[in-house]
């Protein structure tokens, strides 16, 4: 089983392009979320959905965009990126928002480097 | 604000056993995970607690006390693929996860 699928595994970006990084799910999760995480501090949540038709701003949203069309899709949109924007982008879902079952399952990440 | 605090870095000897602690203070609580991460890989769920006490699973258990926003990762038996950082991580009134910045274990022989 495929779970979570994330592309591309890496990319090198110039400053003020747009970029969409790709996350795809096969267990029919209803949450989908998007960290990144930087040396030293802990995941950050960037934009959540609990269930297709709804998105959500996280910790660290500005810059970011994204949407959901559907149970599997949820891609991260950087508009016009900047070297802040350089991390490790993991792509994580759950079947539920809450309790027990909010047990993440995580992508392989997408490892961005704007220049 | 919310704040997750766990230790930077620990060492421990193969076969040993480690604890790795993890305060927290968040608005709200509706369950702690500890989850594992290898170098260049994503995180994967370890444990979840969400009421006050021990639960134990193979060689690790964990922790919880709400009262004193603490928890606790114990890892028996260590092997050398238990080098990994641990993250905690708290669900808020939210149900969103609070992450600390993970504990990077490192076993030697």
């Known amino acids: 089983t495929a779970g979570i699928t994330q592309a591309p595994t890496s990319q090198i970006l110039a400053a003020g392009r747009s970029m969409t990084l790709r996350c795809t799910q096969d267990?029919?999760?209803?949450?989908m979320y998007w960290y990144r995480q930087d040396l030293g501090l802990g995941l950050r949540l960037i934009h959540y959905?609990?269930?297709?038709?709804?998105?959500g701003k996280g910790e660290v949203p500005d810059g970011y965009s994204v949407s959901r069309a559907n149970t599997d899709d949820f891609p991260l949109t950087l508009a016009s990126a900047v070297p802040s924007q350089t991390s490790v982008y993991f792509c994580?879902?759950?079947?539920?928002?809450?309790?027990?079952?909010?047990?993440?399952?995580f992508g392989p990440g997408t490892r961005l480097t704007v220049l | 604000g919310q704040n997750i605090d766990q230790p930077t870095e620990m060492t421990a000897t193969e076969g040993a056993i480690v604890q790795i602690n993890c305060t927290y203070q968040t608005s709200g609580f509706n369950g702690l995970f500890w989850y594992q991460q290898h170098a260049g890989e994503a995180p994967t769920f370890l444990s979840y607690n969400v009421l006050d006490g021990l639960e134990e699973k193979g060689r690790f258990s964990s922790f919880l006390s709400r009262s004193k926003g603490y928890s606790y990762l114990l890892l028996k038996e260590l092997q050398m693929k238990d080098s990994a950082s641990y993250l905690c991580a708290v669900m808020d009134s939210n149900y969103q996860l609070i992450w600390g910045a993970g504990t990077k274990l490192i076993i030697k022989p």
């Open positions: 994580a879902s759950s079947d539920s928002p809450g309790g027990r079952f909010n047990e993440q399952f």
């Open positions: 267990m029919r999760h209803n949450a």
């Open positions: 959905s609990n269930t297709a038709g709804t998105t």
